[in-house]
């Protein structure tokens, strides 16, 4: 039985990669699973901003599991892979924090990433909305071929924006 859904999103609000967490509540090691799957993809960018609404403990997580003796090896992640990361909460959420995770982790100070409020999972989440009522008691099968379908539709319809002249956008 699955729980739910874990997914990350670029800054385009295109989803990624999507799995099915199998308990309730926000772990830390579903967010790491996702990243590091991500990280493995040949067209992943060197860099990586990670924008999260926890990223300040999510920081401290992912850098405990980047020390070489760690016996969780299946949850660890090397120095250099690590050190590929930059970490910001979303805009919205920070807010929320105590002030110095709302001074180290603001998006307003990493360069590139200045306008983005880190809100893409939240948007994506209420595009889809309509759907969770069916999908809830549906099998884990039809669950992700009907994401599957919303994300190609997702994906079809940003390309085909992209290829609209720079004047309309």
């Known amino acids: 039985m699955n729980a739910g859904i874990v997914a990350a999103l670029c800054r385009h609000n295109i989803p990624l990669r999507m ?26 960018p060197k860099g990586l901003v990670l924008m999260y609404d926890i990223s300040c403990k999510f920081h401290n997580y992912i850098k405990v599991r980047s020390i070489p003796d760690i016996s969780e090896i299946q949850h660890r992640m090397s120095p250099e892979t690590f050190s590929r990361l930059q970490f910001s909460i979303g805009i919205f959420h920070s807010f929320a924090h105590v002030y110095t995770c709302q001074v180290l982790y603001s998006p307003r100070r990493l360069l590139g990433v200045i306008l983005s409020n880190g809100e893409s999972c939240e948007r994506f989440w209420s595009s889809i909305r309509h759907f969770i009522p069916s999908l809830r008691p549906a099998h884990a099968s039809t669950r992700r071929q009907i994401l599957t379908y919303t994300h190609k539709h997702a994906c079809s319809v940003c390309l085909r924006l992209s290829s609209l002249p720079s004047a309309l956008h």
């Not at 308990?23 to 493995?40: F, H, N, P, S, V």
């Open 19 to 44: 799995f099915d967490i199998p308990q309730t509540g926000e772990c830390l090691r579903y967010a790491l699973r996702i990243l590091q799957d991500l990280m493995k993809d040949p067209n992943c």
